[in-house]
């Protein structure tokens, strides 16, 4: 990939980050490649969905319950997993950043405040929304200190 002229950067955690950070043009990164946890990879592939990316996956099986596991659930354990093999219809993704990350910023505390980032992917309109919220913490531990109905 270098011989192309592909600048690389290695990350050792964060593949759903960086893979919802390929939706974004001002981002730096178009592709991504690694190998993720099922869940992360069902979450980044129908994020990518929504927003107009595209995914080429393969399942990675350690043993004969895994390859019997994939099965049962409809996928070909030798076969290239696609887009449609992770959802259809319309879906949404809503991803909030904890830490800092490839395509959101972590939770950030500002004079009483906590400071979240979050972004908002839907598939039937293919809109990619970006939320910034401010939560006063005073109301959030009164709150989670006041007894429920």
């Not at 969905?49 to 350690?62: F, H, M, P």
């Not at 959802?87 to 904890?98: E, K, L, Y």
Request: glycine share 12%; charged share 20%.
């Amino acid at each position: 990939m270098r011989e192309c002229g592909a600048r690389i950067r290695l990350i050792k955690d964060g593949d759903v980050s960086a893979a919802l950070a390929t939706l974004i043009p001002t981002s730096g990164l178009d592709v991504l490649m690694g190998v993720g946890g099922a869940l992360q990879g069902m979450i980044a592939a129908t994020a990518l969905r929504c927003g107009g990316g595209d995914v080429q996956a393969r399942l990675v099986l350690a043993n004969a319950d895994d390859r019997h596991a994939a099965e049962v659930a409809g996928f070909a354990a030798d076969g290239i997993l696609t887009l449609d093999s992770f959802s259809s219809g319309d879906a949404i993704v809503a991803a909030t950043g904890v830490t800092f990350g490839d395509s959101l910023r972590g939770v950030r505390f500002r004079r009483g405040r906590a400071v979240t980032h979050s972004m908002v992917v839907r598939a039937q309109t293919g809109t990619l929304r970006f939320i910034e919220s401010h939560v006063r913490m005073d109301v959030l531990e009164r709150n989670e200190t006041s007894p429920g109905p």
